[in-house]
Nanobody, 123 residues
Framework: VQLQASGGGLVQAGDSLRLSCAAS????????MGWFRQAPGKEREIVAA????????YYADSVKGRFTISRDNAKNMLYLQMNSLKPEDTAVYYC?????????????????WGQGTLVTVSS
């Protein structure tokens, strides 16, 4: 599967943004998916993950209650709805896939990555 993330941009604190990740190639519905981010000078970290079917999700504590991960297997699309954005959410956001059906939180188990989309939140 190939992945392409989009939807990043410059927003103000408190605004919302929706990231999209378009998948092509192999059957999208066969893969667990996740969103990761890397802020300047920091290591890449998991933001959210979703199971193959979409029924299971995981959120990092820093985004719980503000972000929502979802997928549309019929459209081969992954989404990340980000509400109440904070300056500390500023980062390059990546979508990635892993070959498991469950929610996967271990970054090393993700083997296909999109190119990243930059989200900048001003205060």
């Amino acid at each position: 599967v190939q992945l392409q993330a989009s939807g990043g941009g410059l927003v103000q604190a408190g605004d919302s943004l929706r990231l999209s990740c378009a998948a092509s190639g192999r059957t999208f519905s066969n893969y667990g998916m996740g969103w990761f981010r890397q802020a300047p000078g920091k290591e890449r970290e998991i933001v959210a993950a979703i199971s193959m079917s979409g029924t299971g999700t995981y959120y990092a504590d820093s985004v719980k209650g503000r972000f929502t991960i979802s997928r549309d297997n019929a459209k081969n699309m992954l989404y990340l709805q980000m509400n109440s954005l904070k300056p500390e959410d500023t980062a390059v956001y990546y979508c990635a896939s892993n070959p498991t059906r469950w929610v996967e939180t271990t970054q090393a188990r993700y083997n296909v990555w999109g190119q990243g989309t930059l989200v900048t939140v001003s205060s």
